[in-house]
C-alpha cells in the first residue's frame, strides 16, 4: 500500500517502478520551479495522501491540493464550479480514485487569489481546503517561507495546516486540531541550474531540516570532460562519484541523523541526452529496526525524489 508509493525505479532494482506522483507539466516545459508533497492525513474515517504541490516562475506562483478518494471538480463558496470564468481552476482526474480538488494560481493583478476556500466531497463527506497566502515570504523556492497558511479541514478538524499562522487558521475555519497529525510521506521537487542544485529536506518528523547540494566540476557536461559529481548534506561531502561518465547510474548508504539513508541516482541524461535533461536522485530512509533515539511512530516511509534539470 504505502509502500508502492516509494518503488525505486527499475534501473536500480529489476520490476520495481517510480511512485505515482504527478510531475506539474509546465515545470520541463518552461523551466518551472515545483516540488510536490504528499502528505498521510486522517480524512472522512480513512488514512487518505493528500498531494500539495507549489511551483512559480518569472511572474506567477501556483498551489494546487487532492485528495484521494474525491470525486470530481469541488466548488467554491458561491457554489460555482472550479474551472468556471473568474475560479480557482479545477483540473479533470487524475486517476480513479484521486481528482484535483483546488488549484490556485496567484498573479501580481489576482490579489483576491492569495485568500480564499474551496469545498469538495470525499466518499460524500464535505472536505474544506481554505489558504491565505496575501503576506506569504517567498526565497527562491516555490513553497513558502512564512507569514501563510494552508488548511484542510474534515469533520471539524484541521487534519492539516501548512505554514506558521496557525492562530489564524484555527480562527477562520472554526475547527480543532486533529487528534493525528498529518506525515509527510514524500517529496518530488524540480529544480534548475547549471552545475549546482539545491533543495531542504527532513529525514524524520522530529529531525533537523537539512540542505542538500548537488554538485559538479564541470558544467558542460556532455564536452567529452571528466566530470566529477558530489552529494552534500549541510555542507559535508556525503557521496563523491568520480568519472561520472562511466558511473551515471548508482546508489551508496549513507548516515544522516543517525539514520541510514539510501541515495540513488541516475545521471544519464545529463550527460547523454540532448535539449533540456534531468538527473534524478532518490533520497530514502531505512526505518531503524530498534534504536532507543527513534520511535516507529517518529519515523515516516519518507523519500525524497530530486529532478535536477541542467539548463545552458
Avoid at 552545475?195 to 558544467?219: P, Q, V, W, Y
Wanted: proline share 3%; aromatic share 10%.
Amino acid at each position: 500500500m504505502m509502500q508502492d508509493l516509494f518503488s525505486v525505479p527499475s534501473c536500480f532494482s529489476a520490476g520495481e517502478k517510480l511512485p505515482d506522483v504527478p510531475a506539474p507539466a509546465a515545470a520541463t516545459r518552461s523551466g518551472q520551479s515545483a516540488v510536490t508533497l504528499v502528505y498521510r492525513a486522517g480524512i472522512a474515517g480513512h488514512d487518505r495522501l493528500v498531494t500539495v504541490t507549489w511551483c512559480r516562475n518569472l511572474l506567477t506562483h501556483g498551489l494546487s491540493v487532492s485528495i484521494e478518494g474525491s470525486a470530481g471538480a469541488g466548488k467554491d463558496k458561491t457554489g460555482r464550479e472550479w474551472g468556471e470564468a473568474g475560479g480557482g481552476g479545477g483540473g479533470g482526474a487524475a486517476s480513479k480514485s484521486c481528482s484535483s480538488a483546488c488549484k490556485v494560481e496567484m498573479q501580481p493583478w489576482h490579489f483576491w487569489r492569495k485568500y480564499g476556500a474551496k469545498q469538495f466531497q470525499v466518499d460524500g463527506k464535505a472536505i474544506d481546503v481554505v489558504w491565505d497566502l496575501r503576506s506569504a515570504r517567498y526565497s527562491d523556492e516555490p513553497e513558502p517561507l512564512s507569514d501563510y497558511y494552508v488548511a484542510v479541514v474534515s469533520g471539524e478538524e484541521v487534519v492539516l495546516l501548512l505554514g506558521n499562522l496557525k492562530k489564524e487558521a484555527f480562527r477562520r475555519t472554526g475547527s480543532r486540531p486533529s487528534l493525528q497529525d498529518a506525515v509527510l510521506v514524500c517529496k518530488k521537487e524540480h529544480v534548475f541550474s547549471k552545475k549546482r542544485f539545491l533543495t531542504k529536506a527532513r529525514f524524520h518528523e522530529k529531525g533537523k531540516l537539512h540542505d542538500i547540494s548537488i554538485e559538479c566540476s564541470s558544467g558542460n557536461l556532455n564536452g567529452g570532460v571528466d566530470v566529477d559529481m558530489v552529494i552534500k548534506i549541510d555542507g559535508s561531502v556525503n557521496v563523491l562519484v568520480r568519472h561520472l561518465q562511466w558511473k551515471f547510474r548508482g546508489n551508496e548508504c549513507i548516515s544522516i541523523d543517525q539514520l541510514k539513508v539510501q541515495v540513488y541516482w541516475d545521471a544519464h541524461d545529463w550527460l547523454f541526452g540532448t535539449g533540456m535533461r534531468n538527473a534524478l536522485f532518490i533520497f530514502k530512509p531505512e526505518l531503524p529496526s530498534t534504536s532507543a533515539d527513534f520511535h516507529t511512530d517518529e519515523c515516516s516511509d519518507f523519500c525524497l525524489f530530486l529532478y535536477a534539470w541542467k539548463v545552458e
